[in-house]
C-alpha cells in the first residue's frame, strides 16, 4: 500500500474522530503485515483519558493479530494550513508507544509535513 492510499484512509479516519472538547480531529494508519488499521481521536468528558489516533491505530493492528507494524500514516485534518508542522506531529506519548511496536527504520508519514524515521521522532526510546 502505498503513502498516498495510507493518507486517504488516515484522513478518512479522522472524519471519525470523537473529539467534542478539542474539535481537533485526528486519523492514523498503522501498516502492518500489509493490512492497514485505522484511528481517530477518541476524547472524554474526563479529559486525561482522552487517547490519539496514533495509539488507537497501533493498537487496533496488535488487537487484530498483527502486532509488527512497519508504517504510520498520521493526518491532523484541523490543523491551520499557516501554523507549520508542530501542530501535525505524533505526540511524546504516541512515540514511545511507536517505539514498542515499531523498529527505528520504520517510516512515520505526517500529512503535510512529510516522512520521519521512527529514530528520528524518537531517539533513545526508554525499554525494558
Ligand atoms: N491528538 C492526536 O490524536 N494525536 C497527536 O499526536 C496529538 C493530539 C489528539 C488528542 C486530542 O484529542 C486532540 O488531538 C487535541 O490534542
Known amino acids: 500500500m502505498v503513502d498516498l492510499e495510507l493518507l486517504a484512509l488516515a484522513r478518512d479516519a479522522a472524519t471519525r474522530a470523537h473529539c467534542p472538547y478539542s ?5 492514523a494508519v498503522a501498516l502492518a503485515d500489509g493490512l492497514p488499521f485505522a484511528g481517530c481521536n477518541v476524547e472524554n468528558a474526563s479529559y486525561g483519558l482522552a487517547i ?10 496488535v488487537a487484530a493479530g498483527h502486532p509488527r507494524v512497519t508504517r504510520l500514516a498520521v ?9 507549520g508542522p508542530s501542530g501535525r506531529m505524533p505526540c511524546g506519548a504516541c512515540r514511545q508507544v511507536m517505539a514498542e511496536l515499531m523498529p527505528p527504520e520504520a517510516i512515520v508519514v505526517v500529512d503535510g509535513v512529510g516522512d520521519f524515521t521512527l529514530a528520528d521522532l524518537l531517539p533513545n526510546p526508554f525499554a525494558l
Open 23 to 27: 474539535r481537533f480531529r485526528v486519523g
Open 52 to 61: 490519539c489516533a496514533e495509539r488507537v491505530a497501533l493498537f487496533s493492528a
Open 75 to 83: 493526518a491532523c485534518v484541523d490543523a491551520p494550513p499557516d501554523d
